[in-house]
């Protein structure tokens, strides 16, 4: 009976021959920062909305009168007109005049709305990979909600929806920056490519 003697597998040294191990991206404080921008102005914008949904017509007449009495000029009132001589001559138009402004500033704070809630949402895909379609989409998403922060910017809207709007944009002009920052760009194709 004859035994067959088997010969041990041969074995390499370590890190001889054996594939490297990938160790995962580091995710840049540039791509964090991002987050937080956005985050930053969606949270903003928001808040503005909600002030502007909440004060209704109220927060409209307030607006109106405060333009009237700081710049009647602005809206082709005589100098020393007052909120109340308006008011006393024209007590449907006036009630016209507030609908319109309420209707004007919840047009502006839903559209400031709804480019935060796209801000915020592709803040946090952008943050999980930094893919270049991300960070492509929140561009154009910061890009265009500039456009009522500047409106409100540039009309006598309230002084806390104002304050707001600024915080707003520039806080989405700094999450536009950011995405396209060297560290966030090595990051992305670090992660394309599966370093």
Sequence with gaps: MSHY?????????????????????????????LFWTALASAATAAVGAVLVFAGGEDLAEENIN??????????GLPSGTTPADIKALSGPIWDELVSDRAGTLTARAGFALFTAVCLLVLGLVARRGAATWSRVLLTVAGVVALFPHILILGDYEPDSVTMLSLAALL????????C????????????????
């Design 5 to 33: 003697q088997a010969a041990p597998a041969p074995t390499a040294p370590p890190g001889a021959g054996a594939p490297p191990t990938r160790r995962a991206a580091k995710r840049p404080g540039t791509l964090t920062a």
């Design 66 to 75: 405060d333009v009237i009495a700081d710049h009647p000029d602005v809206v």
């Design 171 to 178: 806080t989405a002009v700094v999450a536009v920056v950011l």
């Design 180 to 195: 396209w920052l060297p560290p966030v760009n090595r990051y992305a194709k670090q992660r394309k490519s599966g370093v």
